[in-house]
């Protein structure tokens, strides 16, 4: 088959979702198919072109002025139609059989190109974007609830809670918030098929997205290549040779970074505890653990090889995300590593860390401490549970396994396409 893969992000400078994507392209290329990459790049001044592992990706770019609200409205509407278009420009020019939108950025022009090609459209769903303008259901950080729905009355809260007393001034931009929305869902919707990539997103789909009723919504998870993650890992050299508790991503309120002090005080921690990522709430870490003596290790954003490396040696890998995860990369290469996990009991993590068999689960900042504390002090514990967390990935996100699901989905919707017109 002729793949076209329109994605948000891609390597080597990207997140979760671009390594993702990346792991489809290239296992989709290692079983015969041809694969083409589109990349939407917001706030690059030129189209162009790039190479990554043999892929070339073309890079389209597009506005986005530095100004909340105002730089949603140039990455989404003023995007769709200019990416639409180059999409359309780029079908006409190489035939493709099928195109596989990755996430939110890509999804609608995805679907209006093929509207107006004749193509097939697949999109991924990787996190609530579909059903909430801010993609993570969280309108109070310090509450940790989550929105029920984006209504006019739950966005003036979001608003409230996202930018204080200022967060007023946007009011009046909630009905474009909405249309935005409402946009988006139907987009989606227009598409052959859906995937989404956990248990919990495909049921708030369900639950939260009516335009989607009738769609082909199927779970079908990230592909992980799991052989692949132990050789880099093994290559890097030991970062450090005394024990430590780690945490990777984002530091970010939704990432439930503010929790790590507490957490690795509550639970009286003797290793270090060393951070692989960089955000906002960097500051206020590094004086919380100097004010309550922890040894806090903030390395910021490192390569992949090297962010591997360090998962491979961790004693214990600290999860504490509030915000409903989808289903994170971090867990799956922790798991396909046997990292011993203490997570946060949130969205899609369910999938992965299954409680006192792949991981510990808890619901609160203060059981997160208590099984990190476990983890530290039962290494038997430890290590039932890496096993376990490495043996449940292999038999469930192994990129093989997960590939034929998604060679089977593009080929029934081309077949329902064709059937469709005659």
């Known amino acids: ?45 030129a189209d162009g072109t790039r190479d990554y592992d043999g892929f070339v990706v073309v890079e389209v770019a597009a506005t986005a002025p530095p100004v909340p609200l105002v730089r949603n409205y140039f990455k989404n509407e003023r995007l769709w139609a200019q ?3 180059r999409l359309v420009q780029h079908i006409r020019e190489s035939p493709t059989d099928i195109i596989h ?19 097939p459209v697949v999109a991924t769903v990787r996190d609530y974007w579909p059903v909430c303008y801010w993609s993570d259901l969280i309108y109070d950080f310090d509450a940790d609830r989550l929105c029920e729905a984006c209504t006019p009355a739950n966005m003036r809260r979001c608003l409230r809670g996202r930018a204080g007393t200022a967060g007023t001034l946007a009011w009046p931009l909630i009905p474009y918030m909405r249309a935005n929305l409402r946009r988006k869902r139907e987009g989606l919707g227009a598409a052959d098929a859906v995937i989404a990539v ?17 769609s082909d919504v199927r779970q079908i998870p990230n592909p992980v290549d799991i052989a692949g993650i132990r050789r880099a890992a093994e290559a890097a050299p030991r970062p450090l040779a005394e024990p430590y508790a780690l945490y990777v991503g984002k530091l970010e309120p939704n990432k439930g970074a503010g929790l790590l ?33 922890v040894d806090l290790r903030i390395r910021g954003w490192l390569p992949r090889d090297q962010v591997l490396g360090w998962m491979r040696h961790a004693s214990v890998l600290v999860f504490p995300s ?31 860390v299954i409680h006192e068999r792949t991981g510990l689960l808890s619901d609160s900042a203060r059981g997160l401490a208590r099984d990190v504390a476990r983890l530290a002090s039962d290494r038997q514990l430890a290590s039932r549970l890496g096993d376990g967390a490495r043996l449940h990935v ?16 593009y080929t029934d919707v081309i077949a329902h396409r064709r059937g469709s017109r005659g």
């Open 198 to 214: 956990s248990s919990v997103i495909g049921a708030d789909l369900k639950a939260r997205a009516p335009e989607l009723a009738g």
């Open 83 to 85: 990416l639409t278009e």
């Open 261 to 293: 002090v507490d957490v690795a005080r509550s639970a009286r921690l003797r290793w270090p505890l060393v951070v692989v990522g960089d955000g906002r709430l960097r500051g206020s870490l590094d004086a919380d653990a100097a004010a309550g003596g």
């Open 322 to 352: 509030h915000g409903p995860e989808s289903l994170s990369r971090v867990l799956l290469e922790a798991a396909a590593l046997g990292v011993p996990i203490a997570a946060m009991d949130t969205g899609g993590t369910r999938d992965i």
């Open 1 to 45: 088959m002729r793949v076209l893969l329109a994605t948000d992000s891609f390597p080597p400078n990207c997140g979760g979702s671009g390594w993702s994507t990346y792991e489809l392209a290239r296992g989709l290329r290692t079983r015969g198919h041809a694969v083409s990459v589109v990349q939407p790049r917001p706030r690059q001044d």
């Open 394 to 409: 292999e038999r469930t996100f192994d990129a093989p396994a997960i590939l034929t699901r998604v060679e089977q989905l």
């Open 101 to 119: 939108a990755q996430h939110v950025l890509t999804t609608i022009p995805a679907v209006r190109a093929g509207d107006a090609t004749g193509v």
